[in-house]
């Protein structure tokens, strides 16, 4: 499974609203500089993530972005499935109902691999909390 540049600058994004919490919410714009993600692409982004509840917009003079649930609610597993989709590493498993053809798909000998590595992929990734990654210790929770 390859995470795409849009989970990529996600998680950049949040890992930054960790890390700079306060009282006033944090311009787009800022976290585009401190981030070096193309702000217009990371607007994007924010909105994506606001739609799904991991992030809350103010709008108005002095708006922009806050967590909207607790760095230590929020996992990277929440971030790359609101942004790259389900967690599956080999695109011929079923994923909600639907799969792609193959041409051993009734006898596929290596399905149960590709089943479990992204179980475990997924396991991992919602093992680690935002928070974790703000403090530089992923896996310590």
């Known amino acids: 499974m390859k995470v795409?540049?849009?989970?990529?600058?996600?998680?950049?994004?949040?890992?930054d609203l960790a890390?700079?919490?306060?009282?006033?919410?944090?311009?787009?714009?800022?976290?585009?500089?401190r981030e070096r993600i193309p702000l217009h692409y990371?607007?994007?982004?924010?909105?994506?993530?606001?739609?799904?509840?991991?992030v809350r917009s103010v709008r108005g003079p002095g708006g922009g972005y806050f967590l909207a649930r607790g760095k230590e609610e929020i996992t990277v597993g929440d971030i790359v499935r609101v942004t790259s989709g389900p967690i599956q590493p080999y695109p011929c498993l079923p994923v909600g109902g639907s799969r792609q053809r193959c041409a051993q798909?009734?006898?596929c000998p290596v399905e149960l691999v590709w089943r479990e590595t992204g179980e475990l992929l997924a396991w991992?990734?919602?093992?680690i909390a935002i928070g974790e990654l703000a403090r530089g210790r992923p896996g310590d929770g």
């Open 42 to 54: 990371l607007e994007q982004i924010l909105r994506q993530l606001s739609r799904a509840g991991l």
């Open 124 to 127: 991992f990734f919602d093992s």
């Open 19 to 33: 890390r700079h919490p306060g009282t006033r919410p944090v311009q787009a714009k800022v976290i585009a500089r």
């Open 4 to 15: 795409s540049s849009r989970s990529e600058y996600a998680l950049r994004a949040v890992l």
């Open 105 to 107: 798909e009734s006898e």
